[in-house]
Each structure stands twice: as C-alpha cells, then as structure tokens.
C-alpha cells in the first residue's frame, strides 16, 4: 500500500511539473552569425521582443568581423542561424565541409517550412543546384514575379532644397554634380549642430573585393554591376577590371580624391560606422548620397521637413543607374541554419514565419495593429505611430503599445530579408510590400520643396521620377559567382586587399601627383601579387553571367 502511495505521488508531481515546464519552459538562445548585419550582441526591442512573444526566443547576432568566418570554420560550428553575404566560396565551402544544416533531413521543410516550401519553391530548387543536389537554404529578395525590376535604391538623392535656391543648374556630367556640390558648400558650410558639411559621407563595413561606395559610383553612372575585381555590363557583357585603363572604378575614384581635395569629402570616411554616417545625414551634414537608405531615407525626417528641407533624387541627365530585374530564384544573400544546431526545427519556424506576409511586413515595418494594418478594403496603411516612425526611425514606442525603445535600436539587424519588397503582399488588395506604393501614401507634398520638385518633374515619388531616367535593367538569373581554386584563392585575397587598402590611400590624397603615385603602386603591387590572373578568371564569370541573362532575356 505504501508503495503504491509512493508511486500515486510520484505521478502527481511527475504531471504537475509537467504543466509547470509548459507553462514556464526556458527561453532558448539562438545564436546567428549573419555576414550582413552591421550590429553584435544580444538583438533589443520592438523585434527582440516579438520574436520572444511568438519562440519564446532570445537571438545574439555575430557580426562579419575581420578573422570571424575563418575561426567559426576552424570550429565547425557556424551558428543556429546562418546567413551569407554572397552564395560564392565562403558559403560553398561551409556546404563541402558540411558545416550546414539540409533542410529535407527528417522533413525538416515541410513540417517547419510550410510557406517557404509552398510558394518558394523555385528559390529553394536554385540552392539545391548551386549546393550540388541538397537543399541548404534560399537566397534573399524572392519575387513574385519575373516581369518587373525591383525598386530602385541608387537614386542619386540631393538636398534638393539647396538645388532649389542655387536656381536648378543644369547637370549633365559628373563635372556638372562636382560644381553644384562647391556651391552647396558655400551656401550651407556647417550642419544643424555646427559641424562642417561635406557632399558625402562614406563609411567602409562594406567594402568587398573593391572599396563599396567607388564601384557604386560607377554602378549608378555607367549602369554596371560589380563583379570580382570588376564592373559588368548586363546589357553587353564587356568587363572592366577595376584597375583597367580604361576602368570606371578609378574614375570614380578619381572623383572622390576630387570631392577630398576640396573638402567635400567627410575626413572620417574611412573610420565611420553605419551608424555614425547616418547621424551625420540625419542633422545635415550632406548634400548628396548615391543610395536612399543612405540619403532621403533617414535624412527626412519631420523636422527636417517641416524646415523645408528634403533629399530628392537629382540623376545626371548623361547617367545611366542599374536596377535589378525581379527575380523568383532570389539572389545570393542566403537564409540557411548550422549543421551543429539543436534546435533545427526553431531555426526553421523563425525562417519561415519572416517569410510569411506577417513576418515579412513585420520585419520591415514593425508589430501589425502598432505600426501598421489593412483596411476594410485590404489596403495596407501606416498607423500615425507608424507613419513617424518612418519619417523618424528614433521615434519611441509609448509605454502603452507594450514595445520598449526606439523603432532604430529594435529594428531587424540580421539585415536580410525573405521576399524583395517589390513583391506582391498576398494579404493585401494586390499591394507591393514596398511602402511607397500603397494607395494610402500617394499623399500632398508635404513642404515647398517637394511641391516644387514634383512640379518640375511631373512625379508623384522618387520612384515615379527614377523610372523617367534613363536606367539599366539587370537581368535576374540563377548566376552565382564560381569557386577559385586554393592558388587563385591566395592570390585574390593579396590583390583585392591591395586595391581596397590602397584605393581609400588614394582617395585622401593630397595633390594629383601624391593621387597618381598611389594609383600607380596599387596597379604595381596588384600586378605583383597575379591581378591578370584575377582578372582573367573575373571575366570568365562574366561570360557565364553574360549567357545566362542573355537566355532569360530570351524567354
């Protein structure tokens, strides 16, 4: 009797402790290495806390610092969640040594990846080719459709105010954009808390094979994408190495060594964070950037407006801006989990979930019924808390939404994304994701300034006026940069570290001749180290690229 006692105890407690480990079970720590994020450490606020409410999850992001990839290799341990800059050698390296998670193991996807397997499927299938027959994961920005291009984000933002009382001069060249950024100077030398201005401010995070922001010059003038050690043209297929005679990336190199010289160049280029330079934009500290993210994004904010100022789009009439196809294979930015994982179906559910439309918008926008909604009708629409949020990304969420900081410190730093936003959003009344197309923000201007830009231009947004540019397409396909081999690999790494090194030399270069004689050493040092190797092979990718777009031109 007394052991069944014992027995009728132990059941009971064995059951309530059950219930108590339900109802109160451990926050799992995830832990994601993402070669795209530009923050470290434990994620904060508004998103932290709705991945908490619906995992019961905290996530740590490693950011892609120098000597990070190679140690996380050597220990074989990538991550939980692992997301890749590019789908090149760094990722194809973790699949050989199988260091990466396959997402058919045990059902993995159907079970925890319903909606990715279901409407991603030609993603998914891209990464079972490029991954030798085994699904890891699926590339970034996927379309709805192949018949569009995306939205533009090289949009050539000005301050377009200060263009204004300057009298519009006329801008043809980059000479031309040169000689407004003087006048800009003169008009306006210190920014809102009295610091000098400057034309741009650059910020070095995402310097690759090349420095960032000089190849990007020549992607928004020319219409070329960077690829290897060069720029490409989608349209042709010529290549350009970077350090060609005749090379658009040093011409526009060239033209920051320009900006530099006449103090239009922010001196802290090269040390600046993400962060730092978007400060600077926010209180007027430039007049130009090549991006939106980087210009008329964080820099109008109500304030600004509401002082009549604004970045606008200002493209060069001789320019000539790329834009990406739309493509339903995604890109090369990879969502894919660690092999090493305990928790592969969590992983999962996460990824899944940002690829949902709620997660989608979620992730972009912040929490449904805070920051935004859909109406009666299903148009999609900024909440008022949402709507200055987006005009000012510091804003803080009132303690009554139940959501802690500001929109910026909470927002999504694993800097990925699942669909493009150009994207059609299911859940709404036939709306794109991207904002700027909702029926609810086709709205007046809101100053004397965009009210005269849009007068002069006969557009409603920058997207309406970049679409009346003169813009190149760049085809999307299933293109993914080759594998070098161990010998190519070293002398890659040589020759890109001396054309990033010493492009940033020379362009804080004091005078033309110190400019020529650093130009001259990165070309001999690169040389030295097998650039015409590097280069070859480069333009190798390019016919493969070149052939691929040609036959989905075709279709």
Known sequence: MKNKKILVFILMASFILGLFGCNGKDTINLTVYSQLANYSGEMTGWFAQEVKERFNVKITIIQDLDGVYETRMESGNLGDIVVWGGDGEEYMNAVNAGFLFDWEEDGLLDEYGPYINENMSQALEKNRNLSGGTIYGFGHNVASSSENHSSFFYTWDIRWDLYDELGRPEVKTLDDYFNLLVQMKEIEPTDDIGNPTYAATLWPDWDGDMVMY????????????????????????????ALDDNSPYLEMLSFFNRLYVADLLDPDSMTNTFDNMISKVINGGTFFSIFNYSGSIPFNTPENIEAGKMMLPLVPENARTLVYGENVLGGDRIWSIGAKTQYPELCMEIINWLSTPEGRMTSEYGPQGITWDYDD????????LGRTMRDNQDTAFPKETGYNGTFRDGSFQINNTTWSLDAINPNSNGEEYHWDFWKSNQVAPRNQTETNWR?????????????????????????????????????????????VDYSWRAMYAKTTGEYNMLVRQMRNNANDYGYAECRDWALEQAAIRHALEEAAKAD
Do not use: H
Request: net charge negative; charged share 25%.
């Open 214 to 241: 000089v190849k990007a010059m020549a992607t928004a003038y020319y219409g070329l994408d960077e690829l290897g050690i060069g720029l490409y043209n989608p349209e042709t297929g010529e290549y350009f190495g």
């Open 377 to 384: 009708e299903g148009y999609t629409y900024f909440t008022e």
């Open 455 to 499: 007068e002069l231009y006969d557009c409603l947004n920058p997207q309406d006026y970049m679409e009346k540019t003169n813009y190149r397409v760049a085809p999307g396909t299933s293109f993914s940069i080759g594998v070098r081999d161990a010998e190519l690999k070293v002398k890659w790494a040589q020759v890109t570290k001396t054309i």
